[in-house]
């Protein structure tokens, strides 16, 4: 093991994080190579710089005119060629971390660690999964998931699925939640996504803090729990129903045997879907800024060696956009049209109630809601295709997810009665 992950493992050793690191995350460290050399060069090398593999001329990074010309004159060279910092953008590491304490008031006074900028949510999980994952290790979570999971759980790390049914007889399933984390053995990782892709659910505040109060149950009973929430969807909430904090401002200090990692981005966030712009953030009970900071250098060394750093141009564009004064206003905005489709819906669901052909499960945020048909989803998927025209999402056998997202409010009436006209005729 090289020397620099050794020094780090020790920092973490009295910690959890430690005990639910895996192999690859013992060993992962950030080397003292080009990257950290050049950072030290850029500090104190001011007579010549020769570090890092960029083009410069007269210290500014050169660049193709024809490729200057598509950004804003506001867009300073500076700010859109070089290389991005190792962890990201300094200051929208920053600007993320205050607006994070601003959306949930349940973090005031409590320390988390600096947000390290990864190339979009799925390379965010799939870093924290090689962290703390090692293969056959048990990960809890819910039966409805993000079919990208299957990739980086399955076929990335041969992790140990340990499912849970998402709903039980009324809202989230918080006993089998209880029974899958007992199922899953001493330690595991637990991924909640909220709101939830396929169903568009968010537990109330009633069930976050009840989920919040059963991982703090078994973290006291001595289950080491590495606790993901996929908050790619946050902010997405349209009416009172589901709680507005995410589930990691409730569990990022609640027991020494826990550590919360909150995985989010600006892909949704910040209608951003092609910037490829996520975080990573820790939270720990009485961790230390050593502590948090060795966490950090493995995360970085992590993706150092997949990926390097993330896009410059896309991290200063989103700063300038998120330091903007119209910004939150803009952004609420944003999110009442979102929610126009989503209140057009469930009007629209209302004419279909007891309708014994398709189903619809609880929804009350995100993008998405979720079906359960009588009839072969496949199927219905290939009816509304080939003969209305109509394209839905089929997760298995019996369930088909629409994204009310990408369907204007006046069209979404249109949507509904297509899709039940559709598996009518399967009946």
Not at 28 to 41: D, F, H, L, N
Not at 170 to 187: P, V, Y
């Amino acid at each position: 093991m090289h020397e620099l992950a050794a020094k780090l493992n020790e920092t973490l050793k009295a910690t959890c994080a430690y005990e639910l690191l895996s192999d690859y995350g013992k060993r992962m460290y950030v080397p003292k190579g080009i990257i950290v050399q050049s950072a030290e060069a850029k500090q104190k090398a001011s007579q010549y710089n020769a570090t890092i593999g960029v083009a410069l001329e007269k210290g500014t990074a050169m660049f193709i005119p024809a490729m200057k010309a598509q950004f804003a004159d506001t867009m300073k060279v500076g700010e859109i060629f070089p290389y991005a910092p190792m962890g990201g953008n300094p200051a929208l590491r920053k600007i993320w971390k205050d607006e994070m304490y601003l959306k949930n008031p349940s973090l005031a006074g409590k320390q988390i660690s600096l947000p390290i900028v990864t190339s979009g949510l799925t390379n965010a999980l799939s870093i924290v999964c090689s962290l703390f994952l090692d293969e056959g290790d048990s990960v809890v979570l819910p039966d409805m998931y993000w079919e990208n999971y299957n990739l980086i759980l399955d076929e990335q790390r041969q992790a140990k699925k340990v499912l849970f049914p998402i709903f039980g007889a009324e809202g989230f399933n918080i006993a089998g939640l209880d029974k899958a984390l007992c199922d899953a053995g001493d330690k595991a990782v637990v991924i909640l996504n909220f709101p939830n892709n396929p169903t568009g659910y968010t537990p109330t505040a009633k069930e976050s803090d009840a989920i919040a109060a059963l991982l703090k149950k078994h973290a006291e009973a001595g289950q080491k729990l590495a606790v993901i929430t996929d908050d790619a969807y946050f902010g997405l909430f349209f009416d009172d129903e589901p709680c507005k904090e995410s589930l990691f401002a409730k569990i990022c200090d609640c027991h020494s045997n826990l550590l919360a990692v909150k995985c989010d981005a600006a892909t949704k966030e910040e209608m951003v879907w092609g910037f490829r712009i996520a975080f990573v953030t820790y939270g720990a009970k009485d961790f230390t800024e050593e502590q948090y900071d060795a966490l950090m250098q493995k995360t970085m060394g992590a993706i150092r060696g997949s990926l390097s750093c993330c896009t410059t141009s896309g991290q200063n564009i989103l700063l300038k956009g998120m330091a903007d004064a119209n910004y939150h206003a803009d952004k609420v905005a944003g999110i009442k049209k979102i929610g126009e489709r989503y209140f057009a819906l469930r009007n629209a669901l209302k004419k279909y109630e007891g309708n014994d052909n398709m189903k619809a499960l609880p929804f009350n945020s995100g993008y998405f809601m979720s079906f359960e048909c009588k009839c072969d989803a496949e199927a219905l998927r290939q009816n509304l295709l080939n003969n209305y025209q109509t394209g839905v999402i089929r997760l298995d056998d019996h369930h088909i997810r629409l994204a009310f997202s990408s369907v204007d409010a006046e069209n979404i009436e249109g949507l509904v009665d297509t899709v039940y006209k559709a598996a009518a005729d399967l009946i």
